[in-house]
């Protein structure tokens, strides 16, 4: 079963915009980790943030996680046309073999 | 440098077939995964191994079938069970077993049926 839900299903900018994407999740989790997909291509991790963390940054990214609300938000800064890709939310649920389940991801477009 | 190598990146099966995906690791990683991934989705688990000689089914393991005799090896057969095969299949690694470690993926094998 699919935990993560991203929103945006679609997002199309300009370069050096700001590009946000959220991720809402049903059950509690260990951490929480982001992935980016070029077309055609395996899964990159970008950043894991564990349920005691509240932000985290590098480079470009900024996530943050509330695990209140159940969700968390990838923020891209400045966007260039080479992040043009699918982004994926994966949850670490806190029980049993603590699988990593993936979203159905937000398709990125930065046109130049 | 280190990483995952799958193997063929096009795959086609013709009816009744069994086929095998080929992946290898040379980052020395105890866990290796293999999953699915159909158009417009997520990723589905299908198996994963967390140590040499001993794996365990996912979500979909219906119609596939592993082995783990090698650290660095995890080949995956679509057997001709799996009614539905086409879609694209991407094996990961990670340091160890369960989700505290990142996971590091191929570029992935698709599958079409001839």
């Keep these: 079963s699919q935990q993560g839900e991203e929103d945006p299903q679609a997002l199309s900018i300009q370069e050096g915009e700001n590009a946000t994407m959220n991720c809402s999740y049903k059950t509690s989790i260990n951490n929480l980790q982001w992935y980016r997909q070029n077309s055609g291509r395996g899964l990159v991790h970008l950043i894991l943030i564990r349920s ?41 649920p806190n029980t049993g073999f603590q699988k990593l389940v993936f979203g159905t991801g937000t398709r990125l477009l930065v046109s130049p | 440098d280190g990483g995952i190598t799958q193997s063929p990146k096009y795959l086609f099966r013709k009816e009744g077939q069994n086929v095998t995906l080929s992946c290898e690791q040379n980052l020395n990683h105890d866990a290796m995964y293999w999953y699915r991934q159909d158009p ?32 660095e090896s995890f080949p995956l057969t679509v057997t001709s069970a799996q009614k539905n095969p086409t879609a694209f299949y991407l094996c990961a690694s990670s340091t160890t077993g369960g989700s505290s470690q990142p996971q590091h993926f191929g570029d992935g094998t698709r599958l079409s049926i001839l």
């Excluded at chain 1, 509240?54 to 480079?59: D, L, W």
């Excluded at chain 1, 990214?61 to 982004?87: C, E, G, H, M, Q």
């Excluded at chain 2, 000689?53 to 219906?62: M, P, T, Y």
């Design chain 1, 52 to 92: 005691n963390e509240r932000e985290k940054h590098s480079g470009r990214l900024r996530v943050t996680l509330d695990t209140s609300k159940k969700s968390s938000s990838l923020l891209i800064t400045a966007s260039r046309a080479a992040d043009t890709a699918s982004y994926f939310c994966a949850t670490a």
């Design chain 2, 40 to 71: 417009g989705q997520g990723l589905r688990l299908i198996y994963y191994s967390q140590i040499v000689n001993d794996f365990q089914k996912g979500d979909i393991a219906e119609g596939y079938s592993v082995s783990r005799e090698k650290k």
